[in-house]
Structures are given as C-alpha cells and as structure tokens.
Nanobody, 124 residues
C-alpha cells in the first residue's frame, strides 16, 4: 500500500516563501515514481486540479507550468523518499490546496497515488 503525505502548507503573505514536502511510504521503490505537484484553486473541483510542476525519477529533469516558472522549484531526495516544492514570491492567486502525486509508469499504463492535500493561503 503506497501512501503519500504532504506537509508544509499554511497562511502566508504575498511575497513570502513556503516549502512543501511530500513523503511516499509503503514501497522501497521511490525512485521508480515520477513526482508531481498539482493544485486545486478555490472554486474548482478536485478533478480540475492543475499541474504545477513535475520531476523525473532521478531528479535530473523538471517541468513547470508558466504561472510558476521562475518562482517555484520542485526537487526530490530519493534517499528520504521525499519530494519538495519550494514556493517563492507567492502571489494571491497561488492560494490553493496543493496535492502531491506519485506516478508509477508501466509503459502503456500507469498508477497514480495522491496525498490528501495541504492548504496554502496567500494573503495581502
């Protein structure tokens, strides 16, 4: 049973920084999961989560959505089974529930594991 757990959210002011963490437990194969951070903004359903950033198995390659590129950094520590999202220069519109995703690819199919989400609220 794979479990994904986020932490690190909270109430911050615009311009502040926050570091989110995501621990994946239950399997000794963390380096076989591509990791991603998604967010559910206010007024949207969970199924409408938008991708924020993704990182490959080794951590050598990462992708960002335009609205966070240059401000957020995704990383991972495979020895600690943990992925991170460093969020800088936060804006009001970054307010959302942030979800961690662990994806195991099997070629033509994949398995997604999600955490429960952590709230980040940016105030002025």
């Amino acid at each position: 049973q794979v479990q994904v757990e986020e932490s690190g959210g909270g109430l911050v002011q615009a311009g502040d920084s926050v570091m989110l963490s995501c621990v994946v437990s239950g399997r000794r194969t963390f380096d076989k999961y591509a990791m991603g951070w998604f967010r559910q903004v206010p007024g949207k359903e969970r199924e409408e989560r938008e991708c924020v950033a993704t990182i490959n198995y080794s951590g050598g390659s990462a992708d960002y959505e335009d609205f966070v590129r240059g401000r957020f950094t995704i990383s991972r520590d495979n020895a600690e089974n943990t992925a991170y999202l460093e969020m800088n220069s936060l804006k009001l519109e970054d307010t959302a529930v942030y979800y961690c995703n662990a994806r195991r690819n099997f070629g033509v199919a994949y398995l997604d594991y999600w955490g429960q989400g952590t709230q980040v609220t940016v105030s002025s």
